[in-house]
């Protein structure tokens, strides 16, 4: 049901927003190159997912 604009306080409402904001990518370091990657996807380098070959690295 809809709630009149001045009912509802600027500290409820912005409560409500508390979860919209946008938050940073985390990467953490390859412990075999040390270079930095997002955890739980593909390096795309050297091909390798979980210590495993899923695909054929790159050349550059």
Do not use: C, F, W
């Not at 412990?31 to 050297?46: A, C, M, S, V, W």
């Amino acid at each position: 049901m809809a709630v009149p604009k001045r009912k509802v306080s600027p500290s409820r409402r912005n409560m409500r927003r508390a979860h919209d904001a946008l938050s940073s990518n985390v990467y953490v370091e390859d412990k075999d190159t040390g270079e930095l990657k997002r955890p739980h996807h593909i390096d795309l380098k050297t091909g390798t997912y979980r210590g495993r070959q899923v695909i054929t690295p790159k050349e550059d």
